[in-house]
């Protein structure tokens, strides 16, 4: 089992409408957790931080289910310049600081 | 100042070259990290140096070769690469708090092709 999973994707959503964004991590311990965005052939750079008591920023909002293992991401009222790669990021429990990638979910928002 | 410099941009070399990536940060982040990047893949993580020690090797060949000369700067260098290895290559760092590091933050990443 892979250590990060993803909606595979991709998504084709038309402006305006709502998409959530689900992964999987397989280790219990577990302690941080992210989301990324990633343009093509640009660097990802984080969208928000991902907390068990959820938290908000404008149009985006993710949330984080300890119990199931679980992160979402769920954009409201999207925008053209919303499309791009949403990747799922997990700081591994083991000694030396352990940060991985899910395989990602590419996301296109059509006018 | 949250900015992860890479030099160079783009890079090409041959199967017989030596070359060195460069990665800079100046946030006083502890934790740096090497990725290696295919196209429509997500970044697969290759080094980690926590407080400039080498902490994870994630099985990366020797034509590889990692070095933290101090807390700043990072550096990959490269020796008698194949095609296969041909990549965007991607720094990052991130702060440390004990056993914890937090998010990372990237550089734009070398473009490399070996011919």
């Known amino acids: 089992r892979k250590e990060v999973e993803q909606d595979p994707g991709p998504f084709n959503v038309p402006e305006g409408a709502t998409v959530a964004f689900n992964c999987t991590y397989s280790?219990?311990?577990?302690?941080?957790f992210f989301w990324y965005r990633q343009d093509c052939r640009k660097e990802p750079k984080l969208l928000m931080s991902?907390?068990?008591s959820g938290n908000e920023d404008g149009r985006f909002t993710a949330q984080l289910n300890r119990a199931s293992q679980y992160i979402s991401l769920l954009i409201r009222d999207s925008k053209l310049s919303d499309s791009a790669t949403y990747l799922c990021?997990?700081?591994?429990?083991?000694?030396?600081?352990?940060?991985?990638f899910g395989a990602g979910t590419r996301l296109f928002v059509k006018a | 100042d949250t900015e992860v410099t890479q030099t160079p941009k783009h890079l090409v070399m041959g199967m017989t070259n030596k070359k060195s990536l460069k990665c800079e940060q100046h946030?006083?982040?502890?934790?740096m990290y090497w990725y290696k990047q295919k196209a429509k893949k997500p970044p697969e993580l290759m080094f980690v140096?926590?407080?400039?020690?080498?902490?994870i090797n994630e099985s990366v060949p020797s034509r590889f070769s990692p070095e933290c000369p101090n807390s700043s700067l990072l550096n990959l260098h490269l020796h008698a690469l194949q095609p296969e290895d041909s990549a965007l290559y991607l720094c990052?760092?991130?702060?440390?708090?004990?056993?914890?590091?937090?998010?990372?933050?990237f550089g734009q990443g070398t473009r490399l092709t070996v011919v």
């Open positions: 280790n219990s311990a577990s302690q941080s």
């Open positions: 991902v907390y068990s």
């Open positions: 140096y926590s407080y400039e020690k080498l902490s």
């Open positions: 990052a760092s991130s702060q440390v708090h004990g056993s914890m590091n937090t998010e990372a933050f």
């Open positions: 946030m006083g982040h502890r934790a």
């Open positions: 990021v997990v700081n591994l429990p083991t000694g030396g600081f352990k940060t991985i």
